[in-house]
């Protein structure tokens, strides 16, 4: 299905060297997270790509060959906390992306799968960024980017696990942001709207039957009936502003969102 809109191309990319910094991208085997691995690998950086599908990092890796910076696959679950912690360690950059999806009332929402988002989406970011820290405020500098979304500002009904999680992760960016800004670390959140991705795909028969519309009518009706611009973000718009928050040009930008909503919250 495409949107009623289509972004046009994306100028060349301003100009972020990373090299010799070391990046972690969870989530980094396919959407936001694969175009945010491949423009931090073309900024020059080491990027330590975190996910659990093996198949789709072999194939990020792939993509990256002849980048200025390398892709190197981690094959990780996130619900191993412990796990998700020591693979911080090192990272100068730090991308929190990973995230999941389940449409359902709160009266029928699964228990297991609120706790399961609960864990991926803000009780692994709090691991990676407390195993990423101590290399960070050693060296006197870090950058942390915190994937987070629309969902982290407004509610939406049907989403309690996602919309905790997210409204969560707003306030966990915040503190690190404060604790980290003597150090020289930023902590900040990117908010997109709905991204051209493989979770937003997978989404359309859930809405579809949740809120009684044919699945065709979902996107224009649903997803993007808050939004001015009526069009799906692409991973790469999203990559762009985490490249911008992790460049010189931003060391003054900290314990903020960015948000990239197609004027939603202009409402």
């Known amino acids: 299905m495409t949107s009623p809109q289509v972004a046009a191309p994306l100028p060349a990319a301003p100009s972020l060297d990373l090299g010799g910094r070391t990046a972690l991208v ?9 175009a945010c691995a491949l ?16 198949a789709g990092l ?10 200025p910076g390398s892709v190197e696959p981690y094959v990780l679950d996130l619900t191993d906390l412990d796990a998700a912690e020591l693979a911080a360690a090192g990272a100068d950059v730090l991308v929190n992306n ?5 449409v359902a009332p709160l009266q ?7 706790h399961t988002v609960l864990t991926v989406m803000l009780e692994a970011p709090f691991r990676l960024i407390r195993g990423a820290l101590p290399h960070m405020y050693g060296q006197g500098w870090g950058r942390i980017v915190n994937v987070s979304s629309v969902h982290g500002l407004r509610a939406s009904a049907y989403k309690s696990a ?17 604790e980290g800004a003597p150090h020289g670390v930023t902590s900040n959140c990117v908010n997109p709207a709905y991204v051209r991705t493989p979770l937003v795909q997978r989404q359309l028969a859930d809405q579809a039957r949740t809120h009684g519309v044919p699945e065709e009518r979902v996107l224009t009706d649903v997803l993007l009936r808050d939004s001015a611009v009526k069009r799906l973000i692409e991973p790469e718009e999203v990559a762009e502003a985490v490249a911008y928050l992790c460049g010189p040009q931003a060391s003054f930008v900290t314990g903020t ?5 197609g004027g939603w919250t202009a409402h």
Not at 58 to 67: N, V
């Open 26 to 34: 969870t989530g980094a085997a396919g959407g936001i997270g694969r």
């Open 39 to 54: 423009r931090l690998a073309a900024a020059g950086a080491k990027v330590r790509a975190v996910d659990r599908d093996p």
């Open 58 to 67: 072999e194939t990020l890796a792939a993509s990256a060959a002849g980048l």
């Open 98 to 102: 990973a995230g999941l999806q389940r």
């Open 108 to 114: 029928e929402y699964p228990p297991d799968v609120f």
């Open 162 to 178: 996602y919309v905790a999680a997210k409204h969560g992760l707003e306030g966990l960016s915040k503190t690190a942001a404060l």
């Open 257 to 261: 969102s960015l948000v990239l909503d």
